[in-house]
């Protein structure tokens, strides 16, 4: 007897690892059925391959007609890598593809139905860099054009897929992610798409839907908006013994922001930012130039628009607040802006060895619209004059429509009669084979060429704007050259980007690692429009705003005390002056003498219902600019809005994951031993009881 202890004992250990063996394999068999069991830390990195932490997707916007872009919330299929966009599909996949192909791949899409329903996502591999690329239209905004010729191919290499909207999520990868992608989708065409295979998991979660009326008055969306920014040279203060509107002005137009098919990877050196940088440029020669600029007979209005790529919202606001007589535009009115100048695509205009640069003047031409024939005429005069470099200035083909797409556009609209030239690189259709595409990076610009054209309209601007008193415009061309560098390292460069010294002056603590080159959202509006609050004006707009403030005040005195520091709220500049280089929070801002302000840029049918209070506030629809617009014959409002999404959105994991025939056949195994366990268990508990 005992002995007997010691043997039920044991038996008793026996019965309860059985049936811990027993749960390990119910378990295993729960797993099998829902993939591969994650057991071990290398199962599961095995399992979860990669995940991106930072995606640039295609996103969903929304307008008065519907909406564009991608929205899907969850999508899970096998990679399939593509090297021939017409490759047909006979299953559902995650399609793997290069940038060469992804235009040809997404129309196949549009006139396949078949096709679209197969492809639940698209990664796209940009390492190839195609000759040409451009989501944008063949003719950008068309509808906007002061002329009826409206097949004209401005943009050749358009293909308008910006436009379109898409059922499957479309993810750019990046030079890390791309070579892993491309390998797992080749390891599954390896095994001819049998058992384990890597598969993609992607998220496009949208909120709104439908279109803009619908998505705005469910709180779902965002207006696309940002500030527009303009300058006075010389200063309103400098001219007190004559009111603004007794000075004839000319205004110099440039756009700020870019478009692309993925809104985050958005560059636009030669769309936009090219423009931007040669407008910075001639302010900087112009303030090297104070005391001839102060003699002028004609005010010169630098002005930098926002949102021109949805609308030309930026320009159509600063009109309808011009109608308004708004403060943001206190001293500025249409009856006084006799010409206009534009900065159209002008990084381009150099020959292989960047030594001589061609550009193109395009007008409207008289009797319908301003003779430009002076704007010509001081253009080519300016051309002349250079010496470092040869410039030549030309008019544009005689066989295009009219103007190119440009702010130009929204002026003639409400003022037929205004003298307007586009100064471009391009004689006929566009030469940026990248037009509002991702690829339209830094290494698409030529800065001489920037530098040129801001040589040549600065003295083209001097030649209109001096009295006969005036004396001569001094420009160091060399200078000008390494102002434009400086800028484009700035506002082009990822490194040093705005961490650049101009940025941090401009803005200290806030300053941003990367610069935004598309329009994003405006989520409100300060109380008073000129107060630099971070989060609702951007980096980019302070900066802008800050370089024209300090080039433009240049050897001017103010007449406030420049030893103390001013800010927006306590200590604020006279009249006449403003306080630049100030950073909420930090003691930084002088008063310099400068007229320079802020424009809100959206939707003219959009207006934000108690935004001037520090909560509560929402945007509504507006019908307070419908009779202007019919007045002047504007297309309708495209009301640009973009969708809200939850954080960490979008997103994608690729892993890898058993077949089902895999996955059944380990459950159907773990089920037997299961059961085989349970009944060696049963027959011991039997043994064990007797």
Request: glycine share 6%; net charge negative.
């Amino acid at each position: 007897m005992r002995n007997q202890v010691p043997a039920r004992h044991h038996f008793a250990m026996m019965i309860a690892a059985c049936r811990a063996a027993f749960v390990i394999l119910c378990c295993n068999a729960v797993y099998a059925a829902a993939g591969p069991a994650v057991l071990h830390q290398s199962d599961l990195q095995r399992l979860i391959r990669l995940q991106a932490s930072e995606v640039l997707g295609c996103t969903r916007l929304l307008n008065a007609d519907g909406q564009i872009g991608c929205s899907v919330d969850t999508t899970e299929a096998v990679l399939l890598a593509l090297d021939d966009p017409d490759q047909p599909l006979s299953n559902a996949a995650t399609v793997v593809l290069s940038a060469l192909h992804l235009n040809a791949f997404l129309l196949n899409t549009k006139s396949n139905a078949t096709l679209q329903q197969l492809v639940k996502g698209i990664l796209v591999d940009p390492t190839d860099i195609p000759q040409q690329d451009s989501p944008a239209a063949k003719f950008p905004l068309a509808a906007y054009a002061p002329y009826l010729q409206l097949g004209f191919a401005w943009n050749p290499s358009g293909t308008g897929l910006a436009l379109e909207e898409f059922i499957f999520p479309i993810m750019l990868l990046d030079n890390n992610t791309a070579p892993q992608a491309a390998d797992m989708a080749a390891y599954n065409a390896r095994r001819d798409y049998k058992g384990a295979l890597h598969n993609a998991h992607l998220e496009t979660i949208m909120s709104a839907s439908v279109n803009a009326s619908t998505c705005i008055k469910q709180h779902t969306c965002q207006p696309l908006g940002g500030h527009t920014i303009w300058a006075a040279a010389p200063p309103l203060a400098l001219t007190a013994d004559s009111s603004p509107s007794q000075l004839p002005v000319i205004m110099l137009l440039a756009p700020v922001d870019s478009d692309s098919l993925f809104k985050s990877a958005t560059v636009g050196a030669d769309s936009a930012m090219g423009s931007l940088i040669t407008l910075l440029a001639v302010a900087d020669i112009l303030g090297n130039n104070t005391a001839a600029v102060a003699t002028y007979s004609k005010r010169l209005v630098l002005t930098a628009f926002v949102g021109e790529p949805w609308g030309f919202m930026g320009s159509k606001r600063l009109l309808w607040e011009m109608y308004n007589e708004a403060d943001t535009t206190d001293g500025l009115n249409l009856d006084v802006i006799e010409q206009v100048l534009e900065i159209g695509q002008v990084g381009r205009a150099g020959g292989p060895e960047a030594q001589a640069f061609s550009f193109y003047a395009h007008s409207q031409q008289a009797p319908a619209f301003g003779d430009p024939a002076t704007l010509l005429e001081a253009l080519q005069q300016a051309s002349q004059s250079t010496t470092e470099v040869k410039v030549d200035v030309q008019p544009a083909a005689a066989s295009n429509p009219g103007i190119p797409p440009s702010s130009l556009s929204s002026f003639l609209r409400v003022k037929p009669s205004l003298p307007g030239v586009v100064l471009a690189e391009h004689q006929g259709s566009f030469t940026n084979p990248y037009y509002q595409s991702q690829f339209d990076t830094v290494d698409n610009i030529q800065p001489a060429s920037l530098a040129a054209a801001a040589v040549v309209l600065a003295r083209a601007l001097h030649g209109l704007a001096a009295g006969k008193s005036s004396p001569e415009l001094k420009v160091d061309e060399a200078a000008v050259h390494a102002t434009v560098t400086q800028l484009i390292d700035c506002l082009l460069r990822d490194t040093p980007g705005l961490q650049c010294p101009l940025g941090q002056r401009f803005l200290g603590s806030r300053n941003a690692d990367t610069v935004e080159h598309y329009i994003s959202v405006l989520s409100s509006l300060t109380k008073d429009s000129q107060e630099p609050l971070p989060g609702v004006k951007s980096s980019v707009e302070l900066f802008i705003w800050n370089f024209l403030a300090l080039s433009l005040s240049r050897g001017l005195a103010s007449d406030t005390d420049s030893e103390s520091a001013c800010d927006f709220n306590k200590n604020q500049c006279q009249a006449g002056a403003v306080c630049a280089e100030y950073v909420p929070g930090q003691e930084t801002g002088h008063c310099v003498n400068a007229t320079v302000k802020f424009v809100p840029s959206y939707s003219t049918h959009l207006e934000c219902k108690n935004c001037d209070a520090s909560s509560s506030f929402q945007w509504q629809e507006s019908t307070a600019a419908a009779g202007w617009e019919q007045l002047h014959g504007w297309p309708p409002d495209p009301m640009w809005t973009e969708s809200n999404w939850p954080p960490g959105q979008p997103s994608f994991q690729l892993f890898q994951k058993e077949s089902k025939a895999a996955a059944t056949a380990t459950l159907a195994a773990g089920v037997i031993a299961a059961l085989g366990s349970l009944c060696a268990l049963l027959g011991l508990q039997v043994m064990y009881n007797r």
